[in-house]
Structure formats: C-alpha cells, structure tokens
C-alpha cells in the first residue's frame, strides 16, 4: 500500500519500514518455539511472545490507521484476503498430503514407513543431505505444500540437516521447470545449473545439520 499509491513518496521512509517490521515481527513471535535450555534469550521470548506478538500487532493497527489514508488500507484489506485465499487451501492440501504419507509421528504411520525415512534421509550425513537434494531437485511442490510436507518427513525421522537441502533445492528446481530451461539455456548449462542447484543445497544441509 505505501509503495502503489502515488502520494507514497510523501511518506517517510520510517513508516513503511517500521509497519512492515512489525508484521513480519508478529509472524516470527507468535510462532517462536520452546527453546531447548530452560535459560536464555530464547526462553524470555517463548515465555513472553503473545506479549510482544500483541504489542507488534497493536503496531501494526496503529500504522493501517494513522500512516494510510482509506485507499491504501482498502488496497492492503484486499490484498491480505486475496493471499489468504490462495494460501489456505494450498496448506490444507499439504497437511492432507503429509498426513497420507507419513501419518502422524509417533501416533500412526502412514504410506511411507518412519523407518525408511531415518535410513534414508535420518541424520547429517552426505548421502542423506545429496539424496534429500537431488529428491528435492526433482520433485515438484506446489506453493507453500512443501511445509506440512517437510514437517512430516521431520517428524519421521528426517535430519535437520537433510530438510534444509530438500527445502532449497525444491522451489529451485523441479522435473518440469528442468525441460523448461532446457529448452531455453541448453543442455550443458542446464545441466551445470541443476548440479549447482543440488551441490549448493547439499553443503547448506551438512553445514547446517552440522551446527545444529
């Protein structure tokens, strides 16, 4: 809203940077995890996080009514419902999706054995980061369903590690966007740009699984 309209140059640039801060601040809080150690910076912000996930929302409504005339919140409304309506029924395909496969962790399996998820992918190691690469390379995720899915192969054993390659090489790369740029860029660079895709990817997952 502050960067459609045509007035918006006449803001300062404080204002939308502290609005978009705050939603983005109510976002990250209000899903902020039990730490591991009961001490902490981590463990202030779980046990204050509906606190400051309030006081960043009640930011965010002062910001709509003070900072943006009627047309621009009408223009923030509309897009807020129109994102809402496509994220939704993406998400509840994904939980759907991830419920089949892998059932609920430690309740009921599902199609896809636990155990054969932690032989697979369990772990940091370079088999289990590449596999969890390449699989993520080739595989196609609709928006936002990698989630629930990511969540569930988590929750069956998945590595911290192998999750992080799975979850950047799949929106990178997939079966049908691979033809598409083949036809485009070629063989040769395709193919360098799929294996930068699923090496990059795979030393992410070990660095990351490695410090986690």
């Known amino acids: ?18 609005f978009v801060a705050a939603m983005i601040g109510v976002l990250v809080f209000a899903n902020w995890k039990a730490p591991a150690s009961g001490s902490g910076p981590g463990n202030f912000i779980f046990t204050y996080k509906w606190i400051i996930s309030a006081v960043l929302l009640a930011v965010v409504i002062f910001a709509a009514v003070k900072w943006l005339d009627k047309k621009e ?23 759907m999706i991830s419920g089949v496969l892998f059932g609920l962790p430690g309740v009921t399996e599902g199609i896809i054995p636990s ?21 993520g390379a080739f595989m196609y995720f609709a928006t936002l369903t990698e ?11 998945m590595g911290q590690g192998p999750a992080l390659a799975l979850l950047l090489a799949g ?42």
């Open 115 to 135: 155990t054969w998820v932690a032989a697979i992918v369990g772990g940091n190691s370079l088999g289990a980061n590449l596999f969890a690469s390449v699989a």
């Open 147 to 157: 989630v629930p899915i990511l969540q569930g192969l988590l929750g069956a054993g």
């Open 171 to 212: 929106p990178a790369l997939s079966l049908p966007s691979m033809l598409v740029i083949r036809s485009i860029l070629g063989n040769k660079k395709t193919i360098a740009y799929v294996l930068l895709v699923v090496v990059m990817s795979t030393l992410a997952g070990l660095i990351f699984g490695s410090i986690i």
């Open 1 to 18: 809203a502050f960067i459609m309209d045509e007035d918006a140059k006449s803001k300062p640039l404080w204002q939308p940077f502290v």
């Open 73 to 95: 919140r009408k223009s923030w409304l509309d897009e807020t419902i129109s994102f809402a309506l496509q994220i939704f029924p993406l998400l509840f395909a994904g939980v």
